[in-house]
């Protein structure tokens, strides 16, 4: 994480942008490590759920199809910008 040099003490290491809960770059919902969320695993098939059940009855495209996308990068990459225009399926 640090480097060839992470045993070596820099101080500078720790000046600058710190990525914390309020950074704009921070993406953890159910947190890690020992007291992460007890509900993640369900959480992530619920989601599939909903997902699958949406594309069953919804055709999703881009509100603009010519619109440019560009990659974002947070704890995840987002698109944007990214508007999408749900029509039903028959």
Aim: hydrophobic letters at 40%; aromatic letters at 10%.
């Amino acid at each position: 994480m640090w480097g060839d040099d992470a045993d070596t003490f820099r101080a500078d290491r720790f000046v600058g942008e710190r990525l914390t809960a309020s950074s704009d770059k921070y993406f953890a919902p159910w947190g890690t490590g020992p007291r992460s969320c007890i509900g993640r695993q369900f959480a992530l098939h619920e989601t599939t759920l909903l997902i699958a059940a949406l594309i069953s009855r919804f055709r999703l495209h881009l509100a603009d199809p010519a619109t440019q996308l560009s990659m974002r990068e947070r704890a995840t990459l987002r698109p944007e910008p990214f508007t999408i225009v749900a029509t039903r399926r028959r």
